[in-house]
């Protein structure tokens, strides 16, 4: 057994610093996803706080150590469509939108930009298996759906980067 699954047992039987340890590891990635998502600090800091709650009080149903980064993040990526969808009721009332601000660094806002061509449901995938390097099962898992369906989004998605990076590039030809 690994450091990282050890950690989650002891996380298990309760011990705090140990699930402190865990979410220390995971809070990048966390933060990425959820990015993908919210585009807006205040909302991200938010959603990581409800799902390291959430992460802590329900420890004890997670099934097996090695699915604990799988599990939080299907957790922040069920906080985050809530947040989603209370933000779109919230924009649709007030007619209000906000700009994201972050800290990333540039590659992160890079990488971003260069997603924000493909739809919601693809984004999320892509960020999770080349941003974080989550394999096709473990994004089935996490967005609970079938690995075929990741597999094809994937592949539907790599064509729409390529078309928009060709078409980038014919308009500097």
Same mark, same amino acid.
């Given at each position: 057994m690994n450091t990282f699954?050890?950690?989650?047992?002891?996380?298990?039987?309760?011990?705090?610093?140990a699930f402190i340890n865990l979410i220390e590891d995971?809070?990048?990635?966390?933060r990425r996803v959820a990015l993908g998502y919210l585009r807006n600090d205040e909302d991200v800091a938010d959603v990581m706080q409800d799902t390291i =709650?959430?992460?802590? /009080?329900?420890?004890?149903?997670?099934?097996r150590e090695e699915y604990f980064r799988t599990w939080i993040v299907r957790i922040l990526i069920n906080r985050c469509t809530k947040k989603y969808r209370s933000n779109q009721r919230?924009?649709?009332l007030e007619d209000y939108s906000e700009?994201?601000?972050?800290?990333?660094?540039?590659?992160?806002v890079e990488f971003r930009e260069m997603l924000s061509v493909l739809p919601d449901d693809s984004r999320v995938i892509f960020? =999770?298996?080349?941003? /974080?390097?989550f394999t096709v099962r473990e994004i089935a898992q996490a967005l609970d759906m079938n690995e075929n369906t990741v597999k094809?989004?994937?592949?539907?998605?790599?064509e729409q980067l390529?078309?928009?990076?060709?078409?980038k590039a014919d308009k500097f030809a």
């Open positions: 699954n050890t950690m989650v047992v002891r996380a298990r039987r309760g011990d705090a610093d995971c809070k990048m990635t966390l =709650l959430d992460a802590y /009080e329900h420890i004890g149903s997670l099934k919230k924009a649709y700009e994201a601000v972050c800290d990333a660094g540039k590659a992160d960020q =999770l298996y080349f941003g /974080e390097q094809s989004r994937l592949h539907r998605g790599k390529r078309d928009s990076l060709e078409g």
